[in-house]
């Protein structure tokens, strides 16, 4: 059974802090790693990382994927009390059961 | 291009009755899928479906139905509700090339008493 496990699970920062949250994944024909902002309503897509060791980037967040040690970190840098929310991260299976698995989440509490 | 849209966005529901969940999108996506969301779960992949006339169960599929009639709509239905089955339940879509990622519905918040 594919499983994905994020951690932590609950954070609590000041504004200004770097934080990383970490994603582990066992998935079956993996294809990608996914990751989603979730703020009170449908997630919100970030990135998508297909290749080991390259790193995504986007404004102050920024992600990589370790295929061999199979775990991603998502990083956001001088935090904002607008990057507080859900961080999921997923696993992408390909071929003909085609699906995603979804960890549990780290919910982000960035305090002014 | 109004993207993925569920209806309705609030319900309240006895135990015993049963509803359907509407979800349809409108980017020719071949793929799409129902994930229930759980305080402290995370999203759950309850069926997807690859293609018109294709279904498939997803991780907890027991009491929903679903069909796949046309590549727009995918309806999730509930035959007979549960308490357990109050949640928010997210409908998503995607187009399975590999540089694409899911679009998910505004979600549906339901309530089983």
């Known amino acids: ?112 | 291009n109004a993207g993925v849209t569920q209806t309705p966005k609030f319900q309240v529901l006895k135990t015993g009755q049963s509803m359907t969940l509407q979800c349809a999108q409108d980017m020719n996506h071949e793929y799409m899928s129902w994930y229930r969301q759980d305080p402290g779960m995370g999203l759950r992949l309850i069926h997807y479906s690859v293609g018109a006339g294709i279904t498939d169960q997803g991780e907890v599929p027991n009491g929903y139905n679903v069909s796949r009639s046309t590549t727009e709509d995918f309806p999730l239905r509930l035959l007979s509700a549960a308490p357990s089955q109050t949640s928010v339940y997210f409908c998503a879509s995607q187009a399975i090339i590999f540089t694409d990622t899911q679009y998910f519905g505004p979600g549906t918040r339901l309530t089983v008493l």
Not at chain 1, 91 to 107: E, H, P
């Open chain 1, 1 to 112: 059974e594919d499983k994905v496990v994020q951690s932590p699970l609950s954070l609590v920062v000041h504004e200004g802090d770097t934080v990383t949250l970490n994603c582990s994944y066992e998935v079956t024909n993996f294809r990608s790693l996914l990751w989603y902002k979730q703020e009170k309503k449908a997630p919100t897509f970030l990135f998508m990382l297909t290749s080991s060791g390259i790193e995504k980037k986007s404004g102050r967040l920024s992600s990589i994927l370790d295929k061999k040690e199979l775990f991603s970190i998502l990083n956001i840098t001088a935090t904002q009390t607008g990057d507080s929310a859900v961080y999921l991260c997923a696993g992408d299976s390909g071929g003909s059961n085609y699906k995603l698995t979804f960890g549990k989440g780290t919910l982000l509490t960035v305090n002014p």
